[in-house]
């Protein structure tokens, strides 16, 4: 499969489930996975979403702006870097972000192994 399909589908899916559902997201980790938000380090699918779902915003919307990806490792990984706005509900002006994923192919399916985001401050 295209690596820039592949991509495109799962940033696609990723904000389109943490804007409507975030615990959704935990489908998407592993055990092994790693999250580092904002500098902290958190590790396993239920830690990752727990973290997720105690953000201190109720709704928000994610507007991509750019997505890029490599192929990674002999494991048919892959690496998407992916910047963008972050609208949360009530506020005037949008967050930049930056957010970079590992995928790491699993039987045909992809789960997120290592997943760094950050707020991008002018």
Not at 11 to 19: G, K, P
Not at 26 to 31: A, G, H, K
């Amino acid at each position: 499969m295209d690596p820039d399909a592949v991509a495109k589908a799962f940033v696609e899916h990723y904000y389109s489930t943490f804007d409507s559902n975030r615990a959704g997201l935990v489908s998407l980790y592993q055990e092994g996975s790693m999250l580092t938000f904002e500098g902290q380090k958190i590790q396993g699918s239920q830690n990752i979403v727990a973290k997720l779902t105690s953000l201190p915003f109720q709704q928000c919307k994610h507007n991509i702006t750019t997505v890029d990806c490599q192929p990674s490792g002999p494991a048919n990984g892959m690496l998407v870097f992916v910047s963008g706005n972050l609208q949360l509900a009530g506020e005037q002006h949008a967050l930049k972000f930056s957010q970079m994923f590992h995928l790491v192919s699993n039987q045909g399916n992809y789960y997120v192994f290592n997943d760094i985001f950050r707020l991008n401050y002018a």
